[in-house]
């Protein structure tokens, strides 16, 4: 067998063959289509389409034929490429070249073969071949026909080609479009000749709009949209890139957006092809939305200025600067000026002079070396000089700065703050001498962990406070220990131990004792800080309050007499069961003292006393009585009453109120002020006693009814005629049963007047009627002692307000009286007339006159004057006490003048009746 | 004129009775209780009624109610007598229908005259309200 040899450009063949894509490709129906033809046109069984690569023939097309490929070297086709025009073998197995080959010699037993160089790009990459089992010999016509399908095959191959071009051509331009679309960017096309013109979507979708919205497009829609302002750029712009003085056209401009503002566009185009004489045609470009970029611009360039003015406002000045020995300037702020009196540019770059040139020579070496030792140690340094001022004042500034290094670890500059610092320093200068003028002491007490203590700071003070100086105690402070008080020197010292232990306030109030031995009290109070080394450092304040102490001192024990006092007085009320209250009747507010509380039967934790609340414990019946006293209290100023209240639990309790309030002018807030007492018990005892007097009374009359009726009767005479002696002891045990029933009368009585029992029934009387029958009555009694009775005319119209019954017996009383204590043979006169508004009555006798000693206790109950003999009158001793009680309690007033061996007036006043009116 | 006089204290009667019969002639029937009086006075008819007040049992207001219970005593005068004045009680009992209240002790001599005169003042008020 003879293999076929290589084409001579056999490399120029395989990069045809290769470039034609074919190779390994699935099958195609054009070429499938076209081998179908040849094996009907031809009639032979097997038609090929078959590519020759290095190692084999593969191929694209097959009828008739299982195998895709076959090795090149037993290939036909090897042999076929190799000329022009049909390869034709006949019988395979009468050619010495092919008779031993395998393809013929066994499947598929080739013995005929004609085979087409198919050519692209002039080489032949494969063949156009048909094959049959049996010899055969092609006729010219078929030669033809084999001919015109081979090119048939190399049109197929040509044109697939051009659509795979077309193909990748249109899926880069989609990239391409896809990847404007993604940096959402416009682009446009412009015929400059035409003016026709075409924008993208996001062309419009910038400026706020639909594409279709803007139809019809041209170049004056973007003319229309475009700032007028940045129209006249833009033309310039293109020109000079239509004279190529521009590789592109490049223009920042803004465009009027669908609402209304501007929106800020980059646009970049290119004339991409030219007419026949040199005039741009068409141009293609881009647009793309840079607002949020001019924005950003916007803000950087606000937020430099804000800086700057920052800069400018703050009270320091900042700066950068190299580090040499100028202090050269890279950057130093405006207010540079005012502290030093020359601008910020004249230390730039040490245009006019150096920063070093203006710090104080005597400062200079100092500050120098701090700068040196913190660049050094790479730290910060903060540091206090002096520099002049241009008009030669010395002015304190205060600096903190920091050396910059650059990565490599270089020292690049300094940068710093700079603060003017001479207004404090000038305050400090007044607060040391303001410290002067304090009455105490402000000092520094220092005390380290091994004991020591000293005074680095004490102002002049300290000298009037513990005489010693400032100086004596900078170093020690035991000089200031000496003097403190034996009693008091171990509170000072605990206090100041637990103040450095805890490092809380110290504050401690002690004696000293001066020079001249005096007790001075001093209060000291002291904060203090944590040293460095360990020690602790108050700053603090001591005085001298020895007149306070004093007077506190004295204050307290005030205090306490008080306390005393009240504890006393507490005592008593509760003993007393009295408390004390005040209300305002405007307000409603109501205090009451802890007895009250359980005088009501209030908890004193759980009550909020009110005057609503006292009402409603007053019982309904006592209502009315209570709202008449408060009534009365307003227009007299005394509020007095004794009521029942309820207490919570349904006890009934008597109380005693009594009140006193300013009246309304004084007293805006109506306050009254009142006690009030539990009178339960009294008044209980007062009904057992009213009960007692009531039932005695009645178990000594009714014995008395009988002796007196007894006595009486058989005194009269009228039962029988008795022997003289017996008519005297009956005249006797008469007259003193009338006595017994006088005393009992007089008793019940004044019992009555004294609880306020007596009823009154008030009347306008005639006063000549009443002393009339006054004097009548007791004309018999009078002519016992044989005493005439002398009534005075009265004027008949006089009338007096007053209880007859009541008014018979004050002048009855006064009258006995005035009749006992007179001498047989004299006269008593009775007389009334009107002084003012009130009527007098006068009952006068002619006897020796009321003792001096005795007339105190005259209208005193059971007090009995007796005759300068020593001889008692009789009576029972309450007479002028129930005249008091009765005149007083119809509203008069009763007394008397006595002289000795000249007779006394009794005299008593009543209003005159229509007076109170 | 026939008076009821009813009263416990035995003693207080006897004096009443000797004031009364021999120095006014009246005639006087005394009981020792309000029980007593009821029992005795319908047929004693009284022109008027003396009552003590404190008296065991019954004492003088619910004897005085009872007594104008019975026929004929209605419309008698009644005067009470008591050791125990007070001006609330002696109200309590002109209320209950007595014309008058004496207070003890009394003037034994006075007394026939001074319970004649109240009985003919209450009737010339009757008669003026009769009018």
């Known amino acids: 067998m003879q293999s076929a040899v290589k084409p001579e450009n056999e490399a120029a063949r395989l990069a045809a063959l290769y470039a034609s894509a074919l190779l390994n490709t699935l099958p195609e129906p054009r070429f499938d289509r076209l081998t179908r033809l040849v094996q009907q046109a031809l009639h032979t069984p097997i038609v090929l389409i078959s590519l020759l690569d290095e190692e084999r023939q593969w191929f694209k097309s097959r009828q008739g034929l299982d195998v895709c490929e076959t090795a090149r070297d037993i290939s036909f086709c090897g042999h076929a490429i190799l000329g022009e025009g049909v390869f034709q073998i006949t019988d395979a197995l009468a050619d010495p070249r092919f008779a031993d080959n395998p393809l013929v010699t066994s499947a598929p037993f080739i013995r005929f073969y004609a085979g087409v160089p198919l050519k692209v790009a002039a080489q032949p990459i494969g063949t156009l071949c048909i094959i049959d089992s049996e010899p055969r010999t092609l006729s010219d016509a078929e030669t033809a026909m084999l001919i015109g399908f081979a090119e048939l095959v190399e049109q197929e191959i040509t044109d697939r080609l051009h659509e795979q071009a077309h193909l990748q051509l249109a899926a880069s331009e989609l990239m391409y479009r896809s990847v404007l679309e993604g940096t959402r960017i416009g682009t446009w096309q412009w015929n400059v000749q035409t003016g026709e013109t075409v924008f993208n979507e996001r062309w419009a979708e910038i400026i706020g709009y639909q594409l279709a919205e803007l139809m019809p497009i041209s170049i004056s829609t973007w003319q229309h949209f475009a700032h007028p302002d940045d129209l006249a750029l833009s033309a310039s712009l293109l020109t000079q890139h239509f004279n190529g003085e521009l590789a592109f056209y490049d223009c920042k401009c803004r465009m009027k957006h669908k609402n209304g503002h501007w929106v800020w566009v980059h646009d970049r185009g290119k004339v991409i092809s030219w007419t026949a004489d040199g005039k741009p045609l068409m141009m293609y470009g881009t647009h793309a939305d840079i607002t949020e970029q001019k924005q950003a611009e916007q803000e950087l360039k606000a937020s430099r200025d804000q800086y700057q003015a920052l800069v400018n406002n703050i009270p320091g000045i900042t700066y950068r600067c190299l580090a040499d020995s100028d202090w050269t300037m890279l950057y130093i702020s405006g207010s540079i000026d005012p502290l030093s009196g020359y601008p910020a540019t004249d230390f730039i770059n040490n245009q006019v002079r150096s920063y070093a040139s203006v710090i104080l020579a005597e400062d200079r070496n100092r500050l120098t070396k701090i700068v040196e030792r913190a660049i050094a140690e790479r730290r910060s340094w903060h540091v206090q000089y002096r520099i002049t001022h241009r008009d030669g004042s010395v002015r304190w500034v205060e600096e903190r700065g920091t050396p910059e290094f650059s990565e490599q670890g270089e020292l690049r500059y300094l940068d710093g703050f700079i603060l003017d610092i001479n207004a404090e320093k000038q305050l400090k200068r007044k607060l040391i001498s303001l410290t002067a003028q304090l009455p105490g002491v402000v000092y520094q007490y220092q005390q380290w962990p091994d004991g020591r203590a000293a005074f680095p700071y004490a102002s002049a003070a300290i000298e009037q406070i513990y005489g010693v100086k400032p100086e004596d105690v900078t170093a020690d402070a035991s000089k200031v220990f000496a003097v403190i008080h034996p009693e008091d020197m171990p509170a000072v010292v605990n206090s100041i131990q637990q103040s450095m232990s805890t490092l809380s306030l110290w504050r401690s109030e002690y004696r000293i004792v001066s020079k001249q031995g005096d007790i001075v009290w001093l209060l000291g109070s002291a904060t203090p800080e944590k040293m460095p080394d360990g020690s602790v450092l108050w700053h603090g304040y001591i005085q001298d309050v020895t007149t306070t102490k004093q007077h506190y001192l004295a204050l307290e024990k005030a205090n306490q007499a008080l306390q005393v006092a009240r504890e006393r007085l507490d005592t008593a009320s509760e003993q007393a069961q009295m408390g004390f209250w005040q209300a305002s009747l405007k307000t409603g507010a109501l205090w009451w003292s802890p007895v009250i509380y359980r005088i009501f039967g209030f908890d004193e934790a759980s009550t909020v006393p009110s005057v609503a609340l006292f009402k409603s414990t007053i019982h309904p019946d006592d209502r009315q009585k209570v709202a008449q006293s408060e009534l009365q209290a307003a227009q007299t100023g005394v509020h007095d009453v004794i009521h029942r209240i309820i207490r919570p639990d349904g006890t009934i309790r008597w109380v005693h109120e009594t009140a006193r309030m300013l009246p309304e002018a004084e007293n805006p807030e109506l306050i009254m002020v009142g006690s009030v007492q539990d009178i339960t018990e009294r008044i209980k005892l007062q009904q057992l006693k009213d009960e007692f007097i009531s039932t005695v009374s009645h178990e000594l009359r009714t014995p008395l009814t009988v002796i007196k009726g007894a006595v009486t009767l058989l005194n009269s005479g009228m039962l029988g005629e008795l022997a003289a002696p017996a008519q005297k002891l009956l005249s006797a045990a008469q007259h003193n049963s009338e006595r017994l029933s006088h005393l009992i009368n007089d008793l019940l009585d004044i019992e009555k007047l004294v609880a306020g029992k007596m009823p009154f029934s008030f009347q306008q009387l005639i006063v000549a009627k009443e002393l009339e029958q006054a004097t009548q009555a007791l004309i018999p009694f009078a002519e016992q002692y044989g005493v005439t009775l002398q009534l005075e005319p009265v004027l008949s119209v006089l009338r007096v307000r007053s209880d007859a019954l009541r008014l018979q017996q004050t002048l009855t009383n006064l009258l006995s009286n005035a009749i006992k204590f007179s001498t047989s043979g004299s006269k008593v006169r009775l007389r009334a007339y009107q002084h003012d508004s009130l009527v007098r009555f006068e009952v006068q006798d002619s006897g020796q006159g009321i003792p001096e000693e005795f007339q105190p206790q005259i209208f005193e109950r059971f007090a009995q004057a007796k005759t300068p003999q020593g001889e008692s009158k009789g009576g029972t001793g309450l007479g002028l006490a129930i005249c008091k009680e009765l005149v007083e309690q119809m509203g008069g007033s009763i007394g008397f003048s006595s002289l000795p061996a000249q007779g006394t007036t009794f005299y008593f006043q009543l209003p005159v009746a229509g007076s109170e009116k | ?131």
């Open chain 2, 1 to 131: 004129m026939r008076v009821l006089h009813v009263e416990d204290d035995e003693d207080i009667r006897a004096v009443t009775e000797i004031a009364l019969v021999q120095l006014s002639g009246f005639q006087v029937l005394s009981c020792e209780s309000g029980q007593q009086a009821l029992t005795q006075a319908e047929r004693f008819a009284p022109q008027l009624i003396l009552l003590d007040v404190m008296m065991p049992q019954m004492d003088g207001l619910q004897t005085l109610a009872a007594l104008r219970q019975l026929p004929g005593l209605a419309g008698v005068p009644v005067i009470f007598m008591t050791a125990r004045l007070q001006e609330a009680e002696q109200q309590r009992y002109l209320s209950a229908g007595a014309i008058a209240v004496i207070e003890k002790p009394f003037d034994p001599l006075t007394l026939g005259t001074q319970l004649r005169e109240l009985c003919q003042t209450k009737l010339a008020d009757s008669r003026l309200s009769d009018v």
